[in-house]
C-alpha cells in the first residue's frame, strides 16, 4: 500500500476458536457457510485484502484440522498470487494457534506466536467475516500516526438504560427496574480489527492472565485491557457492516450483505 514505507511492521490476529452458541449450528462459527464459503474465509480475504499484514496469526479451536487445513488452504493461495506477481501489496505470511477456553486466552496464544520484529498488531474478530478494507486502513493509520491502541466504533441508534434485578413486590410486577438512562451521544458501540502498538497489548495480557474467573469474564474486547493500564485509546470510524455474526439473524443480515440486490457493491466507505 502507498504508506508502506511508514507503516510499522503489522501483524494481524484474527481470533476463530470460539465455538458459536448462540448462532447454534452445532460447529465452530468459523466454519459455518456464508455466501458459499466459510465465515473464516470471508474474514481471511478481507484482511489480506486490507494489505496491511505482515503476519497473519489465526487462532482455531484447538486440534480443528479441518479449519486448519482451510487456513493453509488460504495461505497456498496467497502464495500462488504472489508468485504471479500479485497487486504490489503484501503478501502476509499465515501461522495458526490453538486458541484458549475465553476469546482472551485465543488472543495470548496468537501474541506468543508473532514474528520478532513486529511493531503494531490488529485483533480482529473472525465473526466479523464482512468488515471493509477502510475500516482496517483507519486503524493501521491511527497506529501510524502514534496511537498506542484504537478500535473502530459507530454510534448507538437505540436509547441505552441501566437496569437492576427487581426485588421485593415489584418482582410481581416486571423482572427489572431501570437504575439510569446513558447520554446516548458519548456511547459508541465497539467492533474490531482493535490496533496497539504490541508492547502496549503484551503488557495489558501480561497483566490479564492473572484475573480470576470473574474478572477474566468480563473481558469482552482487549482496548479495555489497555484501558485499565491508564492508556489513552483512539476511536476511529466502523462500519455497520462490520456486524458480528453472532445470532442467526446476524446471518442472514450478512447473507443478504453479499447476496441481495446490492451485492458485494454495498461497502460502506
Ligand atoms: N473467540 C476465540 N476464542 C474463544 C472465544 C471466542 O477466538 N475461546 C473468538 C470467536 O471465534 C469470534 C470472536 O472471538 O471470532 C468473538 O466471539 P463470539 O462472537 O462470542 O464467538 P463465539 O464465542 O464463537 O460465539 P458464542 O459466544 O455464541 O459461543
Ligand atoms: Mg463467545
Known amino acids: 500500500m502507498d504508506s508502506a514505507s511508514t507503516t510499522p511492521v503489522t501483524a494481524v490476529i484474527v481470533v476463530a476458536a470460539g465455538s458459536g452458541q448462540r448462532l447454534g449450528y452445532g460447529m465452530p462459527k468459523a466454519k459455518v457457510p456464508l455466501g458459499g464459503d466459510s465465515i ?30 482451510l487456513c493453509e488452504a488460504f495461505a497456498q493461495d496467497l ?4 508468485q504471479r506477481g500479485g ?48 475500516v482496517f486502513h483507519r486503524v493501521s493509520h491511527a497506529l501510524a500516526a502514534g496511537a498506542l491502541a484504537v478500535i473502530p466504533v459507530i454510534p448507538v441508534v437505540d436509547t441505552v438504560k441501566t437496569v437492576e434485578a427487581t426485588t421485593g413486590d415489584g418482582a410481581a410486577i416486571a423482572p427489572e427496574l431501570v437504575t439510569g438512562t446513558a447520554a446516548r451521544e458519548t456511547l459508541r458501540a465497539v467492533q474490531t480489527p482493535q490496533g496497539f502498538e504490541l508492547a502496549t497489548l503484551q503488557r495489558a495480557h501480561d497483566a490479564a492472565a492473572s484475573f480470576d474467573a470473574g474478572q477474566a469474564a468480563a473481558v469482552t ?46 461497502v460502506e466507505g
Open 40 to 69: 473464516l474465509t470471508h474474514a481471511l480475504r478481507g484482511v489480506a485484502a486490507a494489505g496491511i499484514a505482515r503476519q497473519i496469526c489465526v487462532a482455531i479451536p484447538p486440534g480443528d484440522e479441518e479449519l486448519r487445513d
Open 221 to 266: 474486547d482487549d482496548a479495555m485491557l489497555v484501558e485499565l493500564l491508564g492508556v489513552p485509546v483512539h476511536a476511529v470510524r466502523g462500519a455497520s457492516q462490520s456486524l458480528k455474526i453472532t445470532t442467526p439473524l446476524d446471518l442472514i443480515i450478512a447473507e443478504g450483505l453479499l447476496e441481495g440486490p446490492l451485492g458485494a457493491r454495498w
Open 87 to 134: 497487486d504490489g501489496g503484501q503478501f502476509p505470511v499465515v501461522t495458526v494457534v490453538d486458541g484458549g477456553a475465553t476469546r482472551a486466552e485465543s488472543v495470548r496464544a496468537a501474541l506468543a506466536a508473532l514474528l520478532p520484529d513486529t511493531v503494531s498488531v490488529l485483533v480482529h474478530d473472525a465473526a466479523r467475516a464482512l468488515t471493509p478494507e477502510a
Open 79 to 82: 502464495n500462488t498470487e504472489r
